[in-house]
């Protein structure tokens, strides 16, 4: 089955720049979707199909997609975008969708 | 506004049955398919099922299939999560999750409920 790779955590300091990958074979032909869960809540979607945001989640947030890797961006990162991030895919092969195993992003 | 409230979980001993229910408020049912993602205590997120919006197409993790059975109801606003055959490794917190791509399309979930524990414990 389709497996997507993260790093285990992600440290910057507040105002820098966080970016975090999600890897997996030719993962550049597929819509990958960015889920920011903080601790005791449910996941929000911040990032869909690579580079769109939905409304209500701050410029900040952007992605991309190429290759063998899609990258989740985070701008100007502030105190509250400290999170643990997942990317997902829907694998059309296997008809089931695919989460990576999740970033820790710590602002320093 | 979109809403998805989960309900059922609870504490049950390995092998019993548990059901869970999603109630969905603020949009029409019938038109999303819908999927259950669970989260083990201090794990990731994972797929366990999707129905498509008429019911007519259901998907599972192996980690799943054979136990347990998705439904709903979409004159009731409800998504269901049959749960038999409990295993410990089914402890989770249990979320419903709405797919904005449309009836029989799958892509992303845009819409999170709050979720629901479930212990499996004897």
């Known amino acids: 089955s389709y497996v997507l790779s993260q790093p285990p955590s992600v440290s910057v300091a507040p105002g820098q720049t966080a970016r975090m990958t999600c890897e997996g074979n030719?993962?550049?032909?597929?819509?990958v979707h960015w889920y920011q869960q903080k601790p005791g809540q449910a996941p929000v979607l911040v990032v869909y199909?690579?580079?769109d945001r939905p409304s209500g989640i701050p410029e900040r947030f952007s992605g991309s997609n190429s290759g063998n890797t899609a990258t989740l961006t985070i701008s100007r990162v502030e105190a509250g975008d400290e999170a643990d991030y997942y990317c997902?895919?829907?694998?059309?092969?296997?008809?089931?969708?695919?989460f990576g195993a999740g970033t820790k992003v710590t602002v320093l | 506004e979109v809403q998805l409230l989960e309900s059922g979980g609870g504490l049950a001993q390995p092998g019993e049955s548990l059901r869970l229910s999603c109630a969905a408020s603020?949009?029409?049912?019938?038109?999303?398919?819908m999927s259950w993602v669970r989260q083990a205590p201090g794990k990731g997120l994972e797929w366990v099922s999707t129905?498509?919006?008429?019911?007519?197409?259901?998907y599972y993790a192996d980690s799943v299939k054979g136990r347990f059975t998705i439904s709903r109801d979409n004159s009731k606003n409800t998504l269901y999560l049959q749960m038999n055959s409990l295993r410990a490794d089914d402890a989770a917190v249990y979320y419903c999750?709405?797919?904005?791509?449309?009836?029989?399309?799958?892509?992303?979930?845009?819409?999170w409920g709050q979720g629901t524990l479930v212990t499996v414990s004897s």
């Open positions: 999750a709405r797919d904005d791509c449309g009836a029989r399309c799958y892509i992303r979930f845009d819409h």
């Open positions: 603020g949009f029409t049912l019938s038109i999303y398919a």
């Open positions: 129905i498509s919006g008429s019911g007519g197409e259901i």
């Open positions: 030719n993962i550049g032909s597929k819509s």
């Open positions: 199909d690579d580079s």
């Open positions: 997902q895919v829907w694998d059309s092969r296997g008809y089931l969708f695919v």
